[in-house]
């Protein structure tokens, strides 16, 4: 069975608790306190971080190395588009959200940058701009990639419930974000994958 360390806040292993709960398959989740790490944490990622999945002798970190395996592993349904074309493109996105808004999610996470204000409100306004910018895709699809609910809509959406708790105000011109938003919050797999403390988040 697989095992997800996963922290109660924290967007990255929501990502990983998404995932699983989506292929409804047997998993075990177990909540690691960030404030008191145990120490077995350092040694299965040497970043110390959560997520962490392990399954028998296989011990993974990074959230979206971690969802691309259970996808893989247990292919319904399909998260990573089938096609090789479509499949380059996804990784592609995948890699651009950490760049262009998961950098900035990472510095309003760490509590070690609370004390660094100017760095945190130029985080809010890389996120606020860069989700802007999504507006016209989502204006056509119902996901990221289109009719069908993906690996995509599984990494940004963490992002997309913490609005209000990060501070960052979309745009009017981001409406189509919002909807968007909505319609991932409502798959139940995203309600039953929230911890209490994430549901606290969003009013
Ligand atoms: N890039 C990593 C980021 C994971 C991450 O930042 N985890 C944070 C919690 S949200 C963490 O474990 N922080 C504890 C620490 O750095 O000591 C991923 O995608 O899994």
């Keep these: 069975m697989m095992v997800l360390y996963s922290g109660t806040t924290c967007p990255f292993s929501q990502r990983c608790r998404f995932v699983l709960f989506e292929k409804g398959m047997d998993f075990e989740i177990r909540d690691i306190d960030l404030y008191n790490k145990p120490e077995d944490i350092a040694v299965m990622n040497p970043y110390g971080q959560v997520p962490i999945l392990v399954e028998r002798d296989l ?6 190395i971690i969802n691309e395996y259970i996808d893989e592993r247990f292919p319904h349904p399909q998260l990573m588009p089938a096609d090789p074309t479509m499949r380059a ?14 950098t900035y999610v990472s ?3 760490d509590r070690r940058q609370a004390a660094d204000p100017k760095a ?9 701009d860069h989700l802007a910018q999504l507006a016209p895709i989502l204006t056509k699809n119902k996901y990221m990639l289109g009719e069908e609910f ?3 809509d599984v990494a940004i959406a963490p992002l997309l419930w913490r609005l209000d708790h990060y501070g960052i105000e979309l745009p009017k011109s981001a409406a189509p974000v919002q909807k968007y938003a909505e319609r991932v919050f409502s798959r139940p797999a995203f309600i039953e994958a929230l911890t209490p403390s994430e549901k606290v988040m969003r009013r």
């Design 59 to 64: 011990v993974l970190y990074e959230s979206n």
């Design 89 to 102: 493109r996804t990784r592609l996105f995948l890699y651009n959200f950490e760049r262009e808004l998961f």
């Design 107 to 109: 510095i309003l996470e």
């Design 120 to 128: 945190q409100d130029k985080a809010r306004a890389q996120i606020r």
């Design 150 to 152: 993906s690996m995509l």
